[in-house]
């Protein structure tokens, strides 16, 4: 069965500094890959997606992540952290044919990030 | 775009009564999406709708839940009777029907049920 890893519940990073969350999925192949952001009180936002090509994708708000087929990892990444980035993040997998009736996403437990001052 | 649509926004209720939650997905979009988040059990998906038609509600809890989408534009989450334990933040999420379009999340709705 597909399964998302989130192994940190909760980091905190200082501002300024720079940030890695960590995604490993189970899979039989390569599946479609997202990072969702959720602040306070808000639905979840796309950051960004992997679906094939550069293993490297970027996304909004400076972020970018790196699927390694190897590791069956897709970890998110930001050079600088801001205080705004403290929200909790969310990594998610779908299966290759995802779309029209295989709809469905897998959803990591989430990291919750605080950002110090 | 407004983006996917929730009503209401919080709910609270006492337990035993019926709680209907509704959600209008973006327009164009084929797919809708019930998701339930707790500090427990994390996000989970309840049911998932395809051009209207339930495809896999192996998440939704029990009989007491039920899921309709009348047509391309609405949907509603109805739970009856409510207990206190479906307290949750329930979301609605919608996705166009091209392969591998990432899904759109609603604000959600914030249930207590007393």
């Known amino acids: 069965a597909q399964s998302v890893t989130q192994p940190d519940i909760h980091i905190t990073v200082s501002e300024g500094a720079s940030l890695e969350l960590r995604c490993n999925y189970s899979y039989g192949a390569t599946p479609y890959l997202f990072w969702y952001v959720q602040s306070p009180g808000q639905g979840l936002q796309l950051l960004l997606k992997y679906f094939s090509g550069d293993t490297l994708v970027q996304g909004i708000k400076g972020f970018e992540a790196e699927f390694k087929r190897s590791q069956s990892s897709f970890n998110l990444r930001k050079p600088s952290v801001h205080w705004s980035d403290a929200a909790e993040y969310f990594c998610a997998v779908a299966p290759m044919n995802y779309g029209g009736s295989q709809g469905n996403l897998i959803f990591g437990k989430g990291t919750k990030l605080s950002v110090k001052p | 775009d407004a983006g996917v649509i929730q009503s209401p926004r919080h709910e609270v209720t006492e337990m035993g009564q019926e709680v209907t939650l509704r959600c209008k997905p973006i327009s164009g979009h084929n797919s809708l999406f019930w998701y339930r988040q707790t500090m427990m059990r994390g996000l989970e998906l309840l049911i998932y709708f395809n051009n209207n038609v339930p495809i896999d509600d192996s998440g939704m809890p029990e009989d007491r839940f039920s899921a309709k989408m009348p047509n391309a534009s609405f949907s509603t989450l109805k739970i009856q009777p409510s207990e206190p334990r479906d307290s949750a933040v329930y979301f609605c999420?919608?996705?166009?029907?091209?392969?591998?379009?990432?899904?759109?999340f609603g604000p959600g709705t914030r249930l207590t049920v007393t």
């Open positions: 999420a919608s996705r166009g029907g091209r392969t591998g379009g990432e899904q759109y």
